[in-house]
């Protein structure tokens, strides 16, 4: 009866030592707690905010807010197309930059008969030929151009080591996604800056966020116009220019392996992920464009890297 006098004694003085201790650790908790449920709350509301008030409060004609005529860069591209098509459903009249004039001639003229807009095909291979300047120039002289789409080459998505791509082909991924949008967007910038207002939207990809294997050439290609866009962003926010960093995840349309990426809730077709991506412009200058999509961005940066780089291949492709 006296050893457990005595150990009862002992287990309150300990609990009066320690009550201290647990006080303090009950206030940090509940800080840590209070401090995970406003982050929270605040992605809910940038979510509510980018993706879905955007889509249910109607906002001024794509004409009105930034000009009469587009330019598309990588139109060869199916998002890229599905953006072509959304433009000219709002009547903007788009320039093509291509490398190859007869892979979209009849998709710009369908374009152009179906919508009542004007298409102009210039095929000029921005990254090598030093005087397809100058045609872009030309075919941008006297027209109101307040849409800039840079789309990354699908292509450079395809699952290879870096050792196992020539130095030809590194040279061309090179040139057609840093070198070609960066000169094309030099190039119509300044009429943009002339009238105040524009909107510049690089299309790009989600695998920015994280660096994977196989994936070396996009990983890089893709960080590059990320950053870019939020540069100019920067740069000329303030005088009425909107630079978007576009970051989609997997599409249900591939150039490269159209069996294998079927229609989903995490991989819309390019018509419906340009749906959403096109209502945030003017909202968010960096975004999925999906809603899907920043659900699954949010995950990937939670998640530490050494997990996600063992499943990447069920999100990107």
Known sequence: MAAVDSFNLLYREISQTCRGY????????ALYAASKAVILLKDCYVLVRV????????????????????????????VAQAYAEELARHGVS??????????????????????????????????WDGAAGKMVKEAVRGKDVGLLVNCVDESCASPRELVEISDQR???????NVVGATLLTSLVLPGML????????????GACGRPMPGRVMLSAVTGYMDHFSRALHLEYGARGIFA???????????????????????????????????????VSNRTTGYWPHTLLYGLMRCIPECLWVSGWRVFIG
């Open 22 to 29: 647990l006080e303090m650790l009950a206030v940090v908790g």
């Open 51 to 78: 993706h879905f008030l955007p889509r249910m409060i109607p906002s001024r004609k794509l004409r009105e807010r930034y000009g009469d005529w587009a330019v598309v860069y990588g139109a060869s591209e199916p």
């Open 94 to 127: 788009i320039i093509f930059i291509t490398n190859s004039r007869s892979s979209i001639t009849n998709f710009a003229a369908n374009l152009s008969q179906s919508h009542g807009m004007e298409t102009i095909l210039v095929p000029a291979d921005l990254g």
């Open 170 to 176: 590194l040279m061309e991924v090179t040139a057609n």
């Open 194 to 205: 002339e009238r105040g207002r524009g909107a510049i939207i690089n299309i790009s990809s």
């Open 244 to 282: 978007q960093s576009l970051l989609p995840f997997r599409l249900a349309s591939s150039k490269q392996r159209p069996a294998s990426f079927t229609e989903g809730w995490l991989t819309p077709t390019p018509q419906v992920y340009v749906r959403h991506a096109i209502s945030t412009l003017g």
